[in-house]
């Protein structure tokens, strides 16, 4: 795979997650695609040795942004690069576009980048929706505020007694309403909106070694006229119709 050194021009420190906006000439992203990521400037090197996935988590112009949890050394390396960024891609299959609303997009914990990318595309085609996000127990503040920011006019859920995907589709209410929910959270989330009745597009998370599909190491159960099989999330996915994952 191809890796394009894009310049970061801003970064924004949102509690534990880092937004980070870099030059990118490369091909157009779709939403719900996602780039492979690596340090580069100051700290490029082979140590950790795997790039990173990255959804998409908007694009405008020629400025790409990533939105991410700082977690590991990985992660940490690339939060405080200064000169640039490797990226990849854009890679997997995005989201299917609506050609009409209203739609609600439902995003989980830390889970909801996607979805900043896929709003604005939606705000393009002047297609009525809904954004709904998750914002887990003792989330900082600064995260909870990045987001505000991000998502003028979401709706923040706390996460409830009952767990997150109760608190949001209590919510969002009577799910009848919208023509379709396009979801990006964690598993427990993606089920609850795939169970909803509604036609869903879900966003998932898996370790991706490659991000190209031939290491196969993020293998999702599907649904296929054959019977069960597998398919690559970085290749078939990261986007599915609800009905094709087998929970």
Same mark, same amino acid.
């Given at each position: 795979?191809?890796?394009?050194?894009?310049?970061?021009?801003?970064?924004?420190?949102?509690?534990?997650?880092?937004?980070?906006?870099?030059?990118?000439?490369?091909?157009?992203?779709?939403?719900?695609?996602?780039?492979m990521v690596r340090?580069?400037?100051?700290?490029?090197?082979?140590?950790?040795?795997?790039?990173?996935p990255f959804f998409v988590h908007d694009f405008e112009g020629d400025v790409v942004s990533l939105l991410f949890e700082v977690r590991g050394r990985g992660t940490e390396l690339l939060a405080r690069e200064e000169g640039g960024l490797l990226l990849g891609g854009p890679l997997g299959r995005g989201y299917p576009l609506p050609e009409a609303g209203p739609v609600a997009l439902v995003g989980g914990g830390v889970w909801v980048s996607p979805l900043g990318f896929l709003a604005r595309r939606l705000e393009e085609l002047g297609v009525e929706h809904e954004v709904f996000l998750e914002v887990p127990a003792g989330a900082p503040e600064a995260y909870v505020e990045g987001l505000r920011?991000?998502? @003028?006019? $979401?709706? !923040?859920?706390?996460?409830?007694?009952? #767990?997150? &995907? +109760?608190? /949001?589709?209590?919510?969002?209410?009577?799910?009848?309403?919208?023509?379709?929910?396009?979801?990006?959270? @964690?598993? $427990?989330? !993606?089920?609850?909106?795939?169970?909803? #009745?509604? &036609? +869903?597009? /879900?966003?998932?998370?898996?370790?991706?070694?490659?991000?190209?599909g031939?290491?196969?190491?993020?293998?999702?159960?599907?649904?296929?006229?054959?019977g069960l099989s597998y398919a690559r999330a970085c290749a078939e996915g990261p986007v599915f119709a609800a009905e094709e994952i087998a929970w």
């Open positions: 795979m191809r890796l394009r050194e894009a310049e970061i021009v801003s970064r924004e420190d949102l509690g534990s997650h880092r937004l980070l906006r870099c030059r990118w000439r490369g091909e157009v992203p779709s939403p719900g695609q996602f780039l340090p580069g400037g100051s700290t490029l090197s082979y140590d950790p040795f795997l790039s990173r920011g991000l998502f @003028p006019g $979401a709706e !923040l859920v706390p996460t409830g007694p009952d #767990g997150p &995907p +109760a608190a /949001l589709l209590g919510a969002i209410g009577d799910l009848s309403r919208y023509r379709a929910l396009y979801a990006s959270g @964690p598993a $427990a989330t !993606l089920r609850a909106v795939a169970g909803a #009745g509604v &036609p +869903a597009y /879900l966003a998932v998370r898996e370790w991706m070694a490659c991000g190209t031939a290491c196969r190491g993020c293998a999702v159960p599907v649904r296929r006229p054959g």
